[in-house]
């Protein structure tokens, strides 16, 4: 395996079956791979927004620094692809870990 095939050997010029791999410059075909995983734009979109005002209706939020506020932001992201999709895909909760974790060593540092 090379450094531009996907992990099935398949280059990335190319649709593969096994891992859904697509051609880099097929957006179409990326569209199709992530309303796979994560449903239909529309509902992921709606929820997600409804997670936001939610944040942006509560006491603190403007109180919030940036990367509070985006953290929380991509774990509605996350949490709407959740929601709305493929809720036992990995890196969507792995993410949210990530997101919380770049606040809370921030702020452990800064203890």
Not at 29 to 38: C, D
Not at 61 to 75: F, G, I, R, S
């Amino acid at each position: 395996m090379s450094g531009i095939d996907c992990a099935h050997g398949v280059p990335l010029s190319l649709h593969c079956g096994a891992c859904g791999a697509v051609p880099e410059n097929d957006i179409a075909a990326t569209l199709i791979e992530r309303g796979n995983r994560y449903g239909s734009f529309d509902e992921h979109a709606r929820i997600t927004q409804a997670i936001k005002r939610a944040y942006q209706d509560s006491p603190n939020w403007q109180t919030l620094p940036d990367d509070m506020k985006e953290a929380l932001e991509m774990n509605a992201h996350k949490v709407g692809r959740i929601l709305n999709g493929d809720p036992l895909y990995h890196d969507s909760w792995h993410d949210i870990v990530g997101y919380t974790k770049l606040v809370a060593d921030r702020l452990a540092v800064s203890k």
